[in-house]
RNA sequence: GCCCGCGUGGCGGAACUGGUAUACGCGACGGACUUAAAAUCCGUUGGCCUAACGGCCAUGGGAGUUCAAGUCUCCCCGCGGGCACCA
């Protein structure tokens, strides 16, 4: 009698185990390669997500299957522990960001536990740990001193609401991400990272990334952003200052000639101060300023501006005079912050002529047109043609116009070629309590000075009261106010702390020495790094990727490591998602407060009302479409929950939470247990030879079971090495099911049986490692699971003997025939033209052709 | 608007470099067990025609290349993602 599949209860046995042993801990003296796997580290927010489950459970197939693989491998976990959402439950609840944050890791850490990851816990970090940020500091004055931090005014996204400077890309659709409140323009002083300085390095170096997807590459590729074009100088007529001039940049130099204004940015400098005599050109950039981009698209789609009064010098056309605006289409932080207008063969430029009556030349004649008739009407015309009215440059085409005028802007010092990236560099500066400190002073006679190393940490004060708006630092007196380590006068800290991206941007180096005092240590990065596999959500692709791309880089420069891409093979997962509901008030509800109606309906649990079923989207709390993990692991334990995650959508895709499809993945693992336990515990001697060690073929066996076997085994290899999570659980448990249906009479066949399952356990046991480690034992195996490699398919068992041919006529198949594995195309197409089918299909009509592909396909053409 | 990606049964999805479309799972239907239900087990399950043998039609739509197209090429439709005044 076999007990019942108790997942609580060996999952919690084994776990135990394995942790008793220190069965995951990386080996830093081992002969092995290493292989380091590494997931997307979780912001601590009080429980996880099924997001990380699906993962954590796909991290820790790779973990596991390298280990049988007999790699050497890394798979830590830590937190991404800094961040707004600790301050707001501390205002909201009034309890410390820090308690707050070390409650929820711990919840976290149990949770994570009670999936049974094969991980390194030992290395476990937490980025708001002194122990970590203090490196982190020491990184950023290295950096300070190597120019690539650097301090500059700077125009910033504000968050009104959370007081706070946002990153470009923390604002959506001119909305701050989290509050969502409209981001209004401000002029800080900030600490970037120089970022652009790598700008053509990042560019060029994701052509090395072959094991990154390419939709990754593409889109940073796109956001760093990099034309070629010219900066052009045009002298400024009746300004204050005749020698000022103003600098524009363009990607068509070539269409010099077809000038007809140019443009400021509101935020220019030359705005800002024209601003200061100008009430009309100061009310239109604040107009601009306060709009951002947040307004709806028809209202910012119109393009406007304002004339300054100012009149720029054509460089190449003597006498002609430019009027200067202030656009708000002209954005400060591309090029110049200034442009030239070619209404003809730029649109945007042409809505704004249009508008404010400017005159529009043609310059570039779209091949096969006559010159001379050629008129631009409500669209530009963008593309390669013939250049008119341009005087030197009539009759090029646009690239030899672009480098004829290059060449004449540099000799007549009007210009130059440039290239130009949309990449900006990385505001850090983040005006919030719960951060990473900045680590200097400002001395009103020293100015920045870095705090000293053995002066570090710069430790966050605990005792911070968060009543007050804006950052709790800069109110903190106590902690504020020190002495100017250079010359002791009074001085201020900086009470900026900074951007969570900067902890996530190096935390898997520190995984490679956790507990060393200094931030990275050079054996055992060498050892580790880069990794070689890691594992999140496609939302990173751009930033934090970008970002530590940028950091690993900066940290080369100053001497900590010497390898400069972090993350040697990526793999973007898709999100978990659930159908939403929602009851007649429009209020959304959880799916366990909604069941169907036995119509097809969905009504509420309690009230038996009609619910509104919408579609499918990522799970998130705000709209109530989640499901706890720790309720699924609690009833069907954690292997199924892995299993789920695995099984049906390939991982690279959303996947859609079910009910039903989880209680498939129990049952599968139900009737395992049931299939394997029903065996009997084997003796050594009764089992017969494992597969690992008989390689000679036994034919008394049933051979084509043991075929199935071997197929199976290599077709799971292969899925495992790429990605392909599904196909291989697919493929197990079609095995699973032919095991099922053997007939087991002869001994042979039952050795086999044995045999079989003994694979599918070790094939599943990446996936489902509690299960498997308990039938394994189950099966009379002393030898641990765990410490088994891979089973490897034998060729020979993969050969058939013979093989089933579709014969197909004209296209259509018709039949299957059988023939041996080795069939010649003679024997082949005689055969097929035997066939009772085939003959009926061809009706007596003259055969043409017979194709013959050896051991796929025959097709007889008539 | 520009740049990517994806469209296969009732559903999630298989199909390696063009070679048996619909593996595996879910659901549904039928049956067994049960007083009954749940659970479990067995069977059927792309659509249409046929009493049956069998045939016809199906991979978003339309063309093309090929002995052969889910797979390659072109056009169109739909969905999703990225960037969005980038000069």
């Known amino acids: 009698m076999s007990e019942r599949y108790n997942a609580k209860e060996i999952e919690a046995k084994w776990q135990a185990g394995w942790e008793a042993e220190g069965a995951f801990h990386a080996d830093t003296d081992s002969p092995r390669p290493k292989y380091y796997v590494l997931e997307m580290f979780p912001y601590p927010s009080g429980n996880i997500h099924m997001g990380h489950v699906r993962n954590y459970t796909m991290g820790d197939v790779v973990a596991r299957y390298k280990r049988a693989r007999g790699f050497n491998v890394l798979h830590p976990m830590g937190w991404d522990a800094f961040g707004l959402p600790a301050e707001n439950a501390a205002m909201e609840r009034r309890v410390h960001p820090g308690e707050w944050t070390y409650a929820n890791i711990a919840i976290m850490r149990r949770q994570l536990k009670s999936m049974g990851l094969s991980l390194d816990w030992r290395r476990e970090i937490a980025t708001c740990h002194p122990g970590y940020y203090v490196h982190q500091q020491r990184m950023f004055i290295d950096f300070l001193k190597a120019g690539l931090a650097y301090r500059k005014e700077s125009w910033v996204n504000w968050d009104p609401v959370d007081n706070t400077v946002l990153a470009n890309e923390q604002v959506i659709e001119g909305k701050g991400w989290r509050s969502g409140a409209v981001v209004e323009k401000r002029l800080l002083s900030q600490w970037f990272f120089r970022i652009t300085a790598y700008a053509d390095e990042l560019l060029r170096a994701l052509d090395g990334l072959t094991r990154w997807p390419d939709k990754v590459r593409l889109m940073q590729g796109n956001w760093i952003g990099r034309s070629t074009g010219a900066r052009i100088f045009f002298p400024l007529l009746g300004g204050a200052d005749a020698a000022q001039r103003l600098e524009v940049y363009t990607t068509r130099p070539d269409t010099l000639f077809g000038a007809s204004f140019c443009a400021l940015s509101p935020n220019h400098p030359l705005s800002v101060e024209l601003a200061r005599g100008n009430p009309a050109i100061a009310d239109f950039a604040e107009q601009c300023n306060r709009l951002g981009t947040g307004e709806e698209a028809i209202e910012t789609a119109e393009k406007i501006g304002i004339d300054t009064g100012l009149r720029a010098g054509h460089p190449f056309i003597e006498g002609c005079e430019l009027p200067v605006y202030v656009a708000n289409f002209v954005l400060m932080d591309y090029g110049t912050g200034a442009i030239f207008g070619c209404p003809a063969h730029d649109q945007r430029d042409l809505e704004f002529a249009r508008k404010y009556g400017l005159p529009v030349i043609p310059v570039v004649c779209p091949p096969g047109s006559d010159a001379g008739a050629f008129e631009i009407g409500a669209e530009a015309f963008t593309d390669d043609g013939t250049l008119i009215n341009s005087d030197f440059l009539d009759g090029l085409d646009v690239q030899s116009a672009i480098a004829t005028v290059n060449e004449r802007l540099e000799s007549t010092g009007y210009g130059e070629a440039t290239i130009n990236y949309r990449l900006r560099d990385w505001g850090i500066s983040r005006q919030r309590y719960w951060g990473c400190p900045i680590p200097v002073v400002h001395c009103p006679d020293c100015g920045v000075v870095a705090v000293p190393y053995d002066q570090l940490p710069v430790r ?74 890691y594992i999140g959500g496609v939302e990173h692709a751009v930033l934090h990727l970008l970002y530590s791309r940028f950091f690993m880089r900066a940290m080369k420069r100053c001497g900590y490591v010497t390898i400069d891409e972090p993350f040697a093979g990526l793999f973007t997962q898709g999100m978990v998602c659930h159908e939403t509901y929602r009851n007649r008030a429009g209020n959304w509800l959880y799916p366990e407060q909604v069941k169907p109606d036995g119509k097809g309906a969905m009504v509420g649990v309690k009230d038996g009302a009609p619910v509104q079923v919408g579609r499918s989207v990522s799970m998130s709390k705000s709209k109530r479409n989640t499901v706890d993990p720790e309720q699924i692991i609690e009833t069907y334990g954690a292997d199924t929950a892995r299993l789920f995650m695995l099984s049906d959508s390939p991982p690279e895709r959303d996947l859609e939470w079910s009910d039903t499809g989880i209680k498939g993945a129990w049952r599968y693992l139900t009737a395992l247990w049931r299939m394997v336990t029903e065996l009997g515990e084997g003796s050594e001697d009764g089992r017969g030879p494992g597969l690992d060690s008989a390689s000679t073929r036994d034919d008394t066996a049933d051979v084509a079971a043991q075929r199935a076997i071997h197929q199976t085994i290599e077709g799971v290899t292969s899925d495992l090495e790429k990605f392909h999570f599904n196909r291989a659980v697919a493929r197990i448990r079609q095995l699973t099911n032919r095991l099922g249906e053997m007939d087991r009479q002869a001994a042979a066949s039952e050795q086999t049986y044995r045999q079989g399952l003994e694979i599918v356990l070790r094939l599943l046991a990446p996936m489902t490692p509690h299960i498997c480690a ?79 592909v050896q051991g796929k396909i025959i097709n007889v053409v008539v």
């Open 774 to 852: 308990e039938l394994w034992r189950h099966l009379g195996r002393e030898n641990s699971l765990l410490d088994m490699d891979w089973p490897l398919a034998e060729a020979e068992y993969l050969a058939e003997d013979s093989v089933t041919v579709p014969v197909q006529v004209n296209g259509k198949k018709r039949a299957t025939i059988e023939l041996p594995s080795d069939h010649d195309e003679a024997g082949a197409e005689s055969a097929a033209l035997a066939n009772e089918a085939v003959q009926r299909a061809i009706a007596g009509k003259a055969v043409r052709k017979v194709i013959v």
């Open 460 to 533: 966050l004060p605990d005792d911070v009261a968060f009543d007050a708006p804006g950052n709790p630092l800069d109110s903190h007196t106590e902690w504020r106010d020190v002495p100017c380590p250079a010359c002791g006068a009074a001085a201020r800290r900086d009470t900026d702390t900074m951007d969570t991206f900067v902890d996530s941007s190096w935390y898997y180096a520190r995984f490679c020495s956790p507990r060393r005092d200094e931030p990275v240590a050079a054996d055992d990065v060498e050892q580790w790094l880069p990794v070689d596999q």
